[in-house]
């Protein structure tokens, strides 16, 4: 399957995607966190994104788009992928959907979570995540790590993002509604966008994702 997972910081997208990607057996292709290791290697593609991500505003589209594109071609993602945070406007989106067409395969869904805007932001102020793995995520409150400040899979140091500062977020918010929500009008037009509530336990929304998703396959 090819999907496109959005929603606004914090709604727990890369949480989901870690699960939906290993029940669909597709890769979850993040261009956060493509970007944050690029960052910590110290590449000149991380030098260009680090100033935007800091700031909470979109890094540009030329380098987004030639990375996620790359990220694409890789063998893994032949015959599927799950995409978080790509794409992140309307420009992306259509850069996707031409890129697509160009190897004749289709979206199959966008799935659209939601989360009011006061619980993201709860979400996002207790978040750690992993430094040898960013797809272990944590919270403080509602998905501790047994040992304070330790991966519970790895063993790694959890540390907070530089981006999940109150300020920050509220620029992220500002960019979602005002730069991300318009590409689901332009999947609606395609009908592929799916929405479920991402509000409950971590393996409640899954659930209800993954019935979501074979609902619109079967659809
Ligand atoms: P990115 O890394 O994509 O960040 P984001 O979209 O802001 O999303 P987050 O990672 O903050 O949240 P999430 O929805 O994944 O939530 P999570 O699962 O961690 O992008 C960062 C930056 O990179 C951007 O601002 C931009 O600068 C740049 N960028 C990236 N892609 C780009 C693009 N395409 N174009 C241009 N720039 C781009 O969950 C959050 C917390 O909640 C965790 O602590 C988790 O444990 C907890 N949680 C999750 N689910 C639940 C639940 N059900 N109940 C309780 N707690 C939960």
Same mark, same amino acid.
Not at 20 to 45: E, M, V
Not at 197 to 218: I, Y
């Given at each position: 399957?090819?999907?496109?997972?959005?929603?606004?910081? =914090? %709604?727990?997208?890369? $949480?989901?995607?870690?699960?939906?990607?290993?029940?669909?057996?597709?890769?979850?292709? !993040?261009? /956060? @966190?493509?970007?944050?290791? *690029?960052?910590?290697?110290?590449?000149?593609?991380?030098?260009?994104?680090? #100033?935007?991500?800091?700031?909470?505003?979109?890094?540009?589209?030329? +380098?987004?788009?030639?990375?996620?594109? &790359?990220?694409?071609?890789?063998? &893994? %993602?032949? *015959?599927?992928?799950?995409?978080?945070?790509?794409?992140? *406007?309307?420009?992306?989106?259509? %850069?996707? @959907?031409?890129?697509?067409? =160009?190897?004749?395969?289709?979206?199959? #869904?966008?799935?659209?979570?939601?989360?009011?805007? @006061?619980?993201? +932001?709860?979400?996002?102020?207790?978040?750690?995540?992993?430094?040898?793995? !960013?797809?272990?995520?944590?919270?403080? $409150?509602?998905? #501790?790590?047994?040992?304070?400040?330790?991966?519970?899979?790895?063993? /790694?140091?959890?540390?907070?993002?530089?981006?999940? $500062?109150?300020?920050? +977020?509220?620029?992220?918010?500002?960019?979602?509604?005002?730069?991300?929500?318009?590409?689901?009008?332009?999947?609606?037009?395609?009908?592929?966008?799916?929405?479920?509530? %991402?509000? /409950?336990?971590?393996?409640? +929304?899954?659930?209800?994702?993954?019935?979501?998703?074979?609902?619109?396959?079967?659809?």
């Amino acid at each position: 399957m090819r999907i496109v997972l959005v929603g606004p910081p =914090g %709604a727990g997208k890369g $949480t989901q995607a870690a699960f939906l990607a290993k029940n669909l057996s597709i890769p979850h292709i !993040s261009t /956060g @966190d493509l970007f944050r290791a *690029n960052i910590s290697q110290g590449t000149d593609l991380g030098k260009q994104a680090r #100033a935007f991500m800091d700031a909470g505003r979109l890094v540009p589209d030329e +380098v987004t788009i030639a990375m996620a594109k &790359d990220r694409m071609a890789q063998s &893994d %993602a032949e *015959n599927g992928f799950l995409l978080d945070g790509f794409p992140r *406007n309307v420009g992306q989106a259509v %850069a996707l @959907d031409e890129m697509l067409l =160009g190897e004749g395969v289709k979206l199959d #869904a966008v799935l659209d979570l939601e989360v009011p805007e @006061d619980e993201v +932001v709860k979400r996002i102020a207790g978040r750690r995540i992993c430094r040898n793995d !960013s797809s272990h995520v944590f919270h403080v $409150t509602y998905n #501790a790590p047994k040992t304070e400040g330790v991966c519970d899979v790895c063993g /790694g140091e959890l540390y907070q993002r530089d981006d999940d $500062t109150e300020e920050t +977020v509220r620029t992220r918010l500002e960019v979602y509604h005002t730069q991300t929500e318009p590409i689901i009008d332009h999947y609606r037009c395609q009908g592929l966008v799916v929405t479920i509530s %991402a509000l /409950g336990k971590v393996t409640e +929304v899954t659930d209800r994702a993954m019935e979501a998703l074979k609902k619109s396959d079967e659809g």
